[in-house]
């Protein structure tokens, strides 16, 4: 006996993302419903070998169904998932509107799956940000090691993580450059993005950061420990899919980089790509369509008493969104539900 899941937002880059994924993992699917907004009803969608028509979310009834993933941003989350909930279903959102609820789990199933069980608070599950979900991964082994006191993070985020206008916005650009008079002005993102980086994502908050910089710190205290103190610069760059990070870690306790390198080999979720040669790291096209999170260049940091710096690479679409939701809905099969 398997599940009835709902995948909402399904004709978004995440919402496709997690129908392949759901497929792909062999998730024990018994009836499986593709929602959007009323303009895509009727628009056809791949799960697995089935062609789903996507039904208008507006006029769904969520009576009956076990597990919803949202992939449809804020605004529409706070209208459905209220539904949703109340008629019994689990929601796992992959918008911001319910990470920093303390009544709502917020999970990365490799870090704190313990968690799920607080899904009976308001049967709603939050997905992190894209960025905080691949650095996370590769803290917590880590953390559990040698107790980490600071992260100082700087982020190289695709263009996906800003949805269809955002890889759009670059291949238009891209295109653009190579024929005289079709330039193509920034809309999207603040500035060209295409040859260029932008140190910009989503609204500059009184302190200076930007809110994404304070998602990754604000995120980052809730899955892993409050005790930890981040900093992030987060920067918009001309790639399609995949975020890389580079990360500077302090510990309390002194963690050798050969130790590091084998806890990290070790760790659920992780692949480490680490030789040093020319070549002998991951980036982020070689990442894409992946689940794992890569970790390369990891080395002593001398600069402080017991530091570390390593390069992460995720595909964000994936593991920093659709993956991640699916396997939360994983976990609270397995640990919860139990009806697969």
Same mark, same amino acid.
């Given at each position: @006996?398997?599940?009835?899941? !709902?995948? /909402? ?11 392949? &994924?759901?497929?792909?993992? @062999?998730?024990?699917?018994?009836? $499986? ?11 056809? !969608? ?10 208008? &979310? ?12 949202? *992939? ?18 689990? #929601? ?14 917020? $999970?990365?199933? =490799? #870090? ?10 308001? @049967?709603?599950?939050? %997905?992190? %940000? ?5 650095? #996370? ?10 107790? &980490? ?41 603040? +500035? ?48 399609? !899919? ?17 130790? /590091? ?8 979720? &992780? ?23 890569? #970790? ?8 402080? =008493? ?12 994936? +593991?920093?969104?659709?993956?991640? /939701?699916?396997?939360? *809905? =994983? ?10």
């Amino acid at each position: @006996m398997g599940y009835k899941v !709902v995948v /909402a937002g399904a004709t978004g880059n995440v919402g496709r993302e997690m129908l392949n &994924i759901l497929d792909e993992r @062999m998730f024990p699917v018994d009836e $499986i419903a593709a929602l959007a907004s009323r303009r895509s009803q009727g628009t056809e !969608v791949s799960f697995g070998d089935k062609t789903l028509k996507v039904k208008d &979310i507006e006029q769904f009834d969520f009576t009956g169904w076990d597990i919803a993933l949202f *992939a449809i941003g804020s605004d529409a989350t706070k209208i459905h998932a209220p539904r949703a909930a109340a008629a019994g279903c689990v #929601v796992i959102d992959n918008s911001s509107l319910y990470r920093y609820d303390p009544q709502i789990p917020l $999970i990365v199933p =490799e #870090v704190n799956p313990e968690a799920v069980h607080d899904y009976k608070n308001k @049967m709603i599950i939050a %997905n992190p %940000n894209c960025s905080t979900a691949q650095m #996370v991964v590769a803290l917590k082994p880590l953390h559990d090691r040698a107790r &980490i006191k600071r992260v100082v993070v700087s982020t190289y985020q695709s263009v996906s993580g800003a949805g269809k206008e955002g890889m759009d916005e670059l291949w238009n650009q891209t295109k653009g450059m190579y024929v005289p008079g079709q330039e193509v002005a920034a809309k999207k993102f603040q +500035k060209q993005i295409a040859f260029n980086v932008i140190p910009q994502i989503d609204v500059f908050l009184d302190s200076g950061d930007t809110k994404e910089e304070w998602k990754m710190t604000a995120e980052t205290k809730k899955i892993l420990d409050p005790a930890i103190k981040v900093t992030a610069t987060c920067v918009r760059v001309p790639v399609f !899919v995949g975020h890389s990070e580079s990360i500077n870690i302090e510990f309390e306790d002194f963690l050798d980089e050969d130790e /590091a390198r084998d806890i990290l080999r070790e760790a659920p979720g &992780i692949l480490v790509v680490d030789k040093r040669e020319p070549g002998g790291y991951t980036t982020p096209v070689e990442c894409v369509g992946d689940f794992a999170t890569y #970790v390369s260049r990891i080395r002593q940091d001398v600069t402080v =008493e017991n530091g570390l710096n390593l390069w992460c690479v995720s595909d964000n679409l994936r +593991k920093g969104a659709a993956l991640n /939701a699916v396997q939360i *809905a =994983e976990l609270l099969g397995n640990r919860v539900l139990k009806k697969g």
